[in-house]
């Protein structure tokens, strides 16, 4: 699994820091996605599947490989 | 209860499509129709009143998956077809190109039409904005236009006005409340908002509403208000709310109240479901019906009804949420604020312009309010959990 934000369309809710909180972060100044790993161990992924789904503002993109 | 062999999802937006995707996602191998009444593939709304409307965006780049990402949810994709008609009992649901499609699993995502001054009709110049066509003839419109009226002071009307402004024009906003989004915000922030508005030259008209459109040569020359007022305007954009897209629904078995009324695990009829815009169901934590017009619902509610689509039979409780960006300030909102419950604030500083605010209600905190503080709002969205998700109990007497 590979993992990529687009900040630039991230809108700063956090429903992925609430699903996924090992995965992802927010910026302090402005909220903005923090993608703490990339490539996130398969415990992880289900919930990281999760915070793709639920982002309101569809800014997380996670890419399936070997 | 047996995973559906065929689930049709009436409906191709964000309800919709996080539907198909969350069903796939929980394992579902079986057929997945998607039918759209528009012809673009699934988009996100919330940009349209602010990057697509100030150009700022492609309108393509409000395409909420990219077309490979549309190919591995292994769906049929009926788009540019509106359904006419559903009957719950049978589970079939007809479309305006004469299809009649039926599934062991119907998802109503139909969402919301824009209210409209006067049915399609009227002068040039009026616009709505609910879609991505409404956008892109607003935004021709608008390079060709010096004074605007937006007229309607919710989400819609205020994000619309302060991206107006944005662009150069000369906007004024238009609406019954005192102070722009009292009804979402509560009264402390709506007033800064209000204020907000005001120093960036937006020129606000609180308390009134729209008496009538003045027009000139078949367009809108401007718009009368209800204290008599005139304002002359090149164009004008009605944001004064939205209803269900139900009518389809006439004859259909289905309850219809405000919406597809549904109970707390979003099932409106025996193997038919509602996501959405459209869904008004009960939720268990404010032991009420409730609808919800909010991005972050639609992502939510069709994780849910996905589940339950499967068996997961889990009732849909969650804490509601919106943002909304208005010129450099993002405002945040956990749970229901209220007019009249008291709001203190919890983080930062109003007159710094980054603050969270707290309402209580009778059972503790009620909202979350945040500008220009995300991380912090939502850390403190925890205070809200208890209420919004634990059943309310009956009373003791």
């Given at each position: ?44 992924h ?21 | ?28 191998t ?5 039918a759209?009444a ?29 077309p ?21 009992e ?101 007033r ?29 020359s ?5 204290d ?62 409730l609808r ?10 069709a ?6 689509i ?25 749970g ?36 220009n ?25």
């Open positions: 699994m590979k993992i990529t934000v687009d900040e630039d369309k991230c809108c700063g809710a956090g429903s992925c820091v609430l699903t996924a909180p090992d995965v992802f972060d927010q910026r302090d100044e402005d909220g903005i996605v923090v993608l703490l790993e990339a490539r996130p161990h398969r415990e992880r289900d919930a990281v599947r999760e915070a793709a789904t639920v982002c309101p503002a569809a800014a997380i993109h996670v890419g399936e490989e070997a | 209860m047996n995973a559906p062999g065929h689930v049709l999802v009436v409906g191709a937006s964000a309800a919709g499509l996080g539907t198909a995707e969350a069903l796939r996602r929980k394992g579902f079986g057929r997945l129709t998607l759209g528009e012809p673009e593939p699934p988009y996100d709304r919330p940009p349209l009143s602010k990057r697509v409307l100030a150009g700022a965006w492609e309108p393509a780049r409000a395409h909420l998956r990219t490979d990402v549309l190919d591995v949810l292994d769906a049929r994709f009926l788009l540019g077809d509106p359904a006419t008609a559903l009957d719950a049978r589970r079939s649901v007809s479309t305006a190109s004469g299809r009649t499609l039926t599934a062991d699993a119907i998802v109503v995502a139909t969402g919301i039409r824009a209210r409209r001054l006067s049915g399609h009709g009227g002068p040039q110049g009026v616009h709505v904005l609910r879609t991505l066509a409404d956008a892109a003839a607003l935004r021709a419109d608008l390079l060709g236009a010096r004074r605007v009226v937006v007229v309607g002071d919710g989400v819609l009307g205020a994000e619309t006005a302060a991206t107006v402004r944005t662009m150069g024009l000369e906007v004024c906003l238009v609406g019954p409340q005192p102070a722009p989004m009292t009804g979402q915000l509560g009264p402390l922030v709506a800064r908002l209000s204020a907000l508005h005001a120093g960036n030259g937006v020129v606000l008209r609180a308390g009134v509403l729209l008496d009538g459109l003045l027009t000139r040569d078949g367009r809108v401007g718009v009368r208000l209800s008599g007022e005139e304002l002359e305007a090149d164009v004008v954009v009605t944001a004064i709310g939205s209803s269900p897209a139900t009518d389809w629904l006439d004859g259909s078995g289905l309850r219809l109240d405000d919406g597809v009324v549904c109970d707390a695990y979003c099932r409106a009829a025996d193997g038919v479901w509602a996501v959405g815009d459209v869904a008004r169901w009960h939720h268990e934590g404010l032991g009420r019906l919800l017009e909010n991005r972050t619902n639609a992502s939510e509610q994780l849910a009804v996905a589940g339950n499967l068996g997961e039979n889990r009732p849909y409780s969650p804490v509601p949420y919106f943002w909304t960006d208005q010129f450099d300030v993002r405002i945040q909102v956990f229901l604020p209220s007019a009249e419950a008291p709001a203190r604030v919890v983080e930062g500083d109003l007159a710094q312009g980054r603050f969270v605010v707290c309402q209580d209600g009778p059972r503790g905190p009620v909202s979350v309010l945040g500008w503080m995300p991380r912090q709002t939502r850390s403190h969205r925890a205070s809200l959990v208890d209420h919004y998700t634990r059943p309310l109990e009956p009373t003791a007497p």
